[in-house]
């Protein structure tokens, strides 16, 4: 390496005290104010501005409409109307699959998206039901609530849940605590997501096979073992007919996908499916042979809810808990959706406002007789490619929505629910992302991990352990990261003054006499024992390895902390611990850049002292630089000690 | 800054690849096998050799006792007879704090020392019961059976509890899972620890008090509340005595802290406030004015207990769940211990070895009649003073308490129930160590709120309620340091290639045109979106800053990687939208050394493909003279496009 003057050290500083309070809200900002949302309010000067933003912060509809020209309104029709197409049989589609009656897939297509027209900040989202979330009613409360037995009560109580589920998005979106979601990884969501699809395609084998009995497990097993012992009931009929549907929407499908232009092909497909098997039925009687139809729907737009949540009866706590996670794996997708596709737009959507608008949509839905909204990924897909321009195509939607409630109902009378259960399968195959999955096992073994648990948590056991591994398995890696931070090796890279792991740059260089060993990670109770062990271990096997070859015995052990994010008291007793044990041993600790925060706490703790603030450098290479320059100067046979080194002025 | 050469760049390697089975196997190691502990026996090449050294790791006597030199004996005679005269006093008081029969902590000082002699490691541990586990034990059982209306099964379950407690402890050892107990940070145990002495001494107030009812809560308020409302019932010449030994055992106390080397004298106290109390009390009939007695102790050593462990009624949780927390908050005090008084004689304690030697003393404990033992602090203390030199200390005073066992325990009857109280208040105001807690306000605010909540949910809670509140913030500030990463503004140190934080180094200048951004821990899927915003808001800041100054605009972002010790697949896609962003605002998205886990999960997911591998710089400098080469060459009004700037033969 390249030789130094020793007068050329620079000094590690510590940064200025900050007073307690200031420091907490400032850290209290970052966790939730990490985006700075009101930047552009607090940097007007005018109190009638303010105002003026605050509103539009709050409504984003004041600040987009105001812009809105007549050109959108063409781009809007034509998407919702489209969106309105899918809607109207997936919602009656989810609906069933959370035992609710078919209307309320209706209802739901018309409230909500005209609260989410006035609050949300997505111009692509399109509002509606989803399927997982929709099962997850249904298993949840289906366990202690029969649905068939007792459908009043559960209808009551789905209102209840999607109220507390509002109720607790717009908490988090108000108190800021939007990053709860964040809890849910990127792997984890894959796997579950799939594991759901899967189990939701298995449901609906139910209406496939034209079965009127059906377990309520949601388990893979469960669920085979049901069609298999209900062998004898199986209708062909139905199954033939399903299976024709399938494969028709499978291949507009996969046209669409192919030519992203042919969007409408897909979007469409669902209604024209719903048409013709309706017709289908009405020309044939099929509804005598084995083909179950949806029957009778009411006419007229979403009756008031209100009155019918439930607040006093012991099922509240079963609403609540079917709130809470029902609600935020819905935010988790919604949230998800409304950016990505704000990303390829380039705008910005702000989870947390997003939260209030979708917290709001679904109190108010719940008081309208709808059930769990959000903003699920293929509505909103198709409404990006119809070309929408603003959140005006969701009010489209909700118009048609409308339009079918008073009038059309009558004609889905005869609509088999075997197409229902076609639309459905060709709707959650495409959320089975086993190219995610790969691509997860080939970048980060840990996630392809998460990934599988929470499939087959989901497949195998239930949604909620599906829900509960992936996110125990996540967070559990977390702290693995913080309590077995690595520890290596840095050698010098030739003809420069950078120092670098050995394992990355084999060609770096080790020096002779000195160690300098990289954390890569805070030091906190958690791991200083594993540091204390680790150090000590490094320590012994270079000093094996040196008596081996003979070479020049062990002198000092340089800590490379620029990586150390923070220390606690536990981490600073532990330095102090290796301090006095490597004391013993004649070996100096020597520090290189501690950053802020650890420099702040060292220098409040006597471990600055103990080993003396000249042996605090700002560098890896000047640290190496003055123990190399000792080292050479001392006689080789009498080892420089710690009191008799020359002073150098690096402070 | 010092201007650069452009060919001086240099290559930012990808670590060789690894199969995946080794790199799990030394994940693995790492995790469980992080001090090697089986380094010699694997150096060892001759089998017989081998043999004798896993013998040895297993056995730690086998290599003492072969050096164990006659001069040591006496040494050891002495500091064992005095940790016996501690002992004694203190056993009886501890098992009559875990609402057990006195003789039992006899017991618990037989048995016990004798196994660890043989397996443990350490040589200045003393083995015996501790007041808040004992505290505990009472409380957690107390809670389901009544320890005054149906001590049989009371005492089988504190065996049983005892049994599980060991078996966990085994457990943890071989599995070498001891890094479980890692769990409680240095400030929840300074806390707790204080909070249960609190407790402890409260509960004393019975025996002061002479009071006859007491309340099974621990909790302050209805201690003080049972005391109060028993006011009638208080005996003024329990009340008197207690004080007078109160006085004259923290009179000693305060002489050995002063002068160590009277260390003997508050060793002593005990037993000859005992002496001297049965003395009182005989010669007075002082057990007939209020003063209540221990009465009859049972002569002979440990009857076996085996048959006696509870493992087929519907206890068996309990027990379980008792043997669970007791074990845990044994094995945290008593490898502390170990550990601690290691330090001071420069010889190491392995936790896992420890921990196979507790569980097995806490087995075999519970088939001779004895409940939880751990290495309490006081009697290690003591034993440490006294000048013991091995394990053979543990033995003398196992031996001692045998022979008090066999003749000695009739003496016992009349020793006052206040004595054993006045013993108890005065071990335990020692664990109140406000002094470390001001010491943690100092350096760490943080640990300071953890040593707070642990101590009032354990003073205004339950025991249970401290420990998982302490346990618990604990945690969530490790998620919080990788949710909520720091990430700060770089700036070149003058005259120097050197790039460092500008809080801390407030002369740092940055550069213009450039902004240069730290990310202080592992990009992680808890932490991927709140980057993104943090990225996001320093860029517009900046961008507002120079707007204003009127200077040259944003052009390039340099992400210094240095301390990123691992990222996810949310992390990677975060950085590719990043990168997207950036594209669309003209701006350049530059990293700066990325670590060798990082660089090889970029190298396999198409990131570097998207930001050009020319982009990666080995160091901040690199990077930095890069991007002002470029700013400066091309002209200001046609800002340097990705697609025009000029080839560095970085690669």
Known sequence: MSSKNATQYHKVEIPPPQPFLKSLKNTLNEILFADDPFRKIRNESKTSKKIKLGLIHVFPILEWARDYKLEYLKSDLISGITIASLAIPQGISYAQLANLPPILGLYSSFVPPLVYAIMGSSRDLAVGTVAVASLLTAAMLGKEVNAVENPKLYLHLAFTATFFAGLMQLCLGLL??????????????????????????????????????????????????????????????????????????????????KRPKLFWISAMSPLVSVIFGSLFVYFIHAQFHGVQIIGELKKGINPPSIT???????????????????????????????????????????????????????????????????????????????????????????????????FLTPLFFYTPLVVLSSIIITAMLGLIDYEAAINLYKLDKFDFFVCLSAYFGVVFGTIEIGL?????????????????PKIYVMGNIQNTEIFRNIEQYPQANTLSGLIILHIDGPIYFANSSYLRDRIGRWIDEEEDKLRKNGEISLQYIILDMSAVGNIDTSGISMLEEVNKIMGRRDLKLVIANPGAEVMKKLSKSKFIESIGKDWIYLTVAEAAAACDFILHTAKPDSPAKVSGIPQLNNV
């Open 176 to 257: 800021r605590l939007g990053f709860v979601v964040e809890i849910l990884s990127h792997a984890a969501i894959v796997g579950f997501m799939g594991g759901a699809a899967t189990v939701v395609c298995l449901q609906q084998l139910k209406g496939l096979l034209g079965l009127r009995h059906f377990t309520h497990s949601t388990d893979i097993v469960s669920v085979l073992r049901s069609i298999f012992s209900q062998f004898h009931m199986w209708r062909w009929e139905s199954g033939v007919l399903g299976c024709c549907f399938l494969f028709f929407l499978l291949t507009t499908k996969y046209i669409s996908k």
């Open 468 to 484: 509960m591994l992936s996110v125990g398995i996540s967070v559990m890696r977390l702290l693995l990261f913080v309590g077995r």
């Open 308 to 406: 019918h949540l439930v607040f006093t009866s012991h099922y509240v706590t079963l609403a609540l808990k079917t709130g809470i996670i029902t609600g935020v794996i819905a935010l988790a997708e919604g949230i998800a959706v409304g950016r990505s596709f704000a990303m390829y737009k380039n705008y910005n959507v702000d989870g947390n406002k997003e939260m209030i608008a979708f917290g709001m949509m679904n109190i108010l839905g719940s008081f309208a007789s709808c059930y769990l909204t959000t903003g699920p990924f293929s509505r909103s897909a198709v409404n990006y490619n119809a070309g929408c321009k603003t959140a005006v195509s969701n009010v489209v939607m909700a118009f048609a929505v409308a339009i079918t409630l008073l």
